[in-house]
Nanobody
């Protein structure tokens, strides 16, 4: 059974850090592009990072560039999102998603999605 499970969300103060994890089962992440997305209340879901299949190129949305870092541990089949210098506007449900043989991560094109983990940035 193909499954992605996010964890690590919670409440953090502005300027703080969190590390989210996305554990994959039922498939091997080596064959997939892996993206992180988020959806704030009343907002559209947006892509924030992507690790491409093949060359492993990592890209970030401008709004998180320099603050967030995504990485992949192929041996553990886990993808991470390290979030630093968090801002209240980062508050959202964060999702990981996988696209087989993907060279990019498109919100409307991912094959598998996790259920999300809530990140709340507030003092």
């Amino acid at each position: 059974q193909v499954q992605l499970v996010e964890s690590g969300g919670g409440l953090v103060q502005p300027g703080g850090s969190l590390r989210l994890s996305c554990a994959a089962s039922g498939f091997t992440l080596d064959y997939y592009a892996i993206g992180w997305f988020r959806q704030a209340p009343g907002q559209e879901r947006e892509g924030i990072s992507c690790i491409s299949w093949g060359d492993g190129r990592t890209t970030y949305a401008d709004v998180v560039k320099g603050r967030f870092t995504t990485s992949r541990d192929n041996a553990k089949n886990i993808v991470y999102l390290q979030m630093n210098s968090l801002k209240p506007e980062d508050t959202a449900v964060y999702y990981c998603a996988a696209d087989i043989w993907g060279s990019s991560c498109e919100v409307d094109g991912m094959d598998y999605w996790g259920k999300g983990t809530l990140v709340t940035v507030s003092s």
